[in-house]
């Protein structure tokens, strides 16, 4: 009896790694659909890259500076754009991930960072605009994606993370400790393997409530960042952090330091 307990036990831990592993996507990604006001029709910046048309924004204010953000693993950015052009002291460039909004293909790690990547340049190259007048921005999810592109794009204004963490691996360990995370895990978003590459100034925002990504794994990363880097926790949850009345005081200071 104890051997055939023993034996269900391990096929049913095994069946259920299993399905983590075959769905980790779900968890990880999760796409929406919305629209935009139809007064935003006009910053439309629908681009193909990679072989994927995708659908962004660029919302041009006449400043100086742009702002590329990135969201988090639930953002249809359609629905930011009234919030960005009303707060935010820059001109932004937001364009859905694959899977996300009107975007093409399915998401994944390695197409997201390599689509911002030609994005960024091609973004750089239609405004004939130096990198050095550009700023990024990166959400949760978007953190990990913001990482990157600076990693390999080092000569841009500065980054801004908003609750990041440093690495997927880390908080599904947190989260699933009876799971094999690391020998699991497709897409890992190790921020802080890249993290002491990055120079340019930083700009790291906390929620100090925060249920998803626990604050000191963003503050972890935060100090492996290589430049000089500025850290405010803001007595707010994950999904709330943006309502918060320092958010866009603290984001567009930082901008225009």
Not at 26 to 33: A, D, Q, W
Not at 96 to 107: D, I, K, L
Not at 187 to 195: E, G, K, L, W
Request: a negative charge; one cysteine or more.
């Amino acid at each position: 009896m104890i051997i055939k307990a023993f034996i269900f036990a391990v096929v049913l831990y095994g069946c259920a790694v299993f399905w983590m592993w075959l769905r980790q996507e779900k968890f990880i990604f999760l796409p929406k659909h919305g629209e935009a006001p139809p007064e935003f029709e006009r910053f439309q910046w629908d681009r193909t890259v990679n072989g994927v048309r995708h659908q962004g924004w660029f919302l041009d204010k006449g400043k100086p500076k742009t702002v590329i953000y990135y969201g988090g693993n639930a953002e249809d950015l359609a629905g930011h754009c009234e919030e960005m052009m009303a707060e935010l002291d820059a001109n932004i460039l937001m364009v859905n991930y694959r899977g996300y909004g009107r975007s093409e293909g399915t998401p994944g790690e390695n197409e997201l960072v390599a689509d911002s990547i030609a994005l960024f340049d091609l973004f750089c190259a239609e405004k004939n605009s130096s990198p050095s007048n550009t700023c990024l921005m990166g959400r949760s999810l978007g953190c990990g994606v913001a990482v990157q592109v600076a990693a390999a794009r080092p000569g841009t204004a500065g980054i801004i993370l908003v609750t990041p963490f440093e690495s997927i691996a880390a908080l599904a360990h947190a989260q699933y400790p009876w799971l094999p995370v690391k020998g699991l895990l497709r897409h890992t978003f190790r921020s802080i393997d890249f993290a002491p590459e990055i120079k340019i100034p930083a700009l790291v925002v906390l929620a100090e409530f925060d249920e998803v990504i626990p604050a000191g794994n963003g503050q972890k990363l935060g100090d492996a960042l290589g430049g000089p880097k500025e850290f405010v926790s803001l007595p707010m949850s994950h999904n709330d952090i943006n309502e918060h009345p320092g958010y866009f005081e603290t984001v567009n200071r930082f901008i225009n330091r």
